[in-house]
T-cell receptor, first 113, second 112 residues
Framework: EAGVAQSPRYKIIEKRQSVAFWCNPI?????LYWYQQILGQGPKLLIQ????????DSQLPKDRFSAERLKGVDSTLKIQPAKLEDSAVYLC???????????FGEGSWLTVV | DAKTTQPPSMDCAEGRAANLPCNHS???????VYWYRQIHSQGPQYIIH???NNETNEMASLIITEDRKSSTLILPHATLRDTAVYYC?????????????FGKGTKLSVKP
């Protein structure tokens, strides 16, 4: 079974530029998550989708971050404009339903300079 | 929210059992205990979860005390590849794994 796919794997941008990350969850997984992991810290949930609807985006900085999950499968996370403090690993994860194990991708590493 | 407490680091000899403790004294009756680990430069990996009964899978065993205030993750024969940060998580709300709140976890070092 293929795992959660993410791209790009690495990205370096200048502050105030924009960046987009793509995620393809495990086939059939209805729930999709985006986490942010700053170096030395545990991952922090940014947004959770159930199919193509948002369940929880309370920790998403909506002035600069946006996410969508069209057709309830793939998802994109966008940052515009980026700040230095956005340097982190952006992890996509999926689960079959809530109350199930969550499977993470390898992450997209963002460096803002 | 049930908060968890884990030791910051532990060492284990290769081939021996690694026993990782976790305290969750404020856990509610319907909240699960989940364990994940994160190997350097990789995304977190699900290990196991449980509610009341002890659980075992191909990766590990989870022992939950009768009062549910603490649990222990057991890796029966640790290998060098088990070196990772191990997170014990109790998602709030009971039965919902929506928001995994990762703490600092336990950094397990398996030594030859």
């Amino acid at each position: 079974e293929a795992g959660v796919a993410q791209s790009p794997r690495y990205k370096i941008i200048e502050k105030r530029q924009s960046v987009a990350f793509w995620c393809n969850p495990i086939s059939g997984h209805a729930t999709l998550y985006w986490y942010q992991q700053i170096l030395g810290q545990g991952p922090k949930l940014l947004i959770q989708f159930q199919n193509n609807g948002v369940v929880d985006d309370s920790q998403l900085p909506k002035d600069r971050f946006s996410a969508e999950r069209l057709k309830g499968v793939d998802s994109t996370l966008k940052i515009q404009p980026a700040k230095l403090e956005d340097s982190a690993v952006y992890l996509c994860a999926s689960s079959l339903v809530k109350n199930q194990a969550i499977y993470f991708g390898e992450g997209s590493w963002l460096t803002v300079v | 929210d049930a908060k968890t407490t884990q030791p910051p680091s532990m060492d284990c000899a290769e081939g021996r059992a690694a026993n990782l403790p976790c305290n969750h004294s404020t856990i509610s009756g319907n909240e699960y205990v989940y364990w994940y680990r994160q190997i350097h430069s990789q995304g977190p990996q699900y290990i196991i979860h449980g509610l009341k009964n002890n659980e075992t899978n191909e990766m590990a065993s989870l022992i939950i005390t009768e009062d549910r205030k603490s649990s222990t993750l057991i890796l029966p024969h640790a290998t060098l590849r088990d070196t990772a940060v191990y997170y014990c998580i109790v998602p709030p709300g009971g039965g919902s794994q929506g928001n995994l709140i990762f703490g600092k976890g336990t950094k397990l070092s398996v030594k030859p």
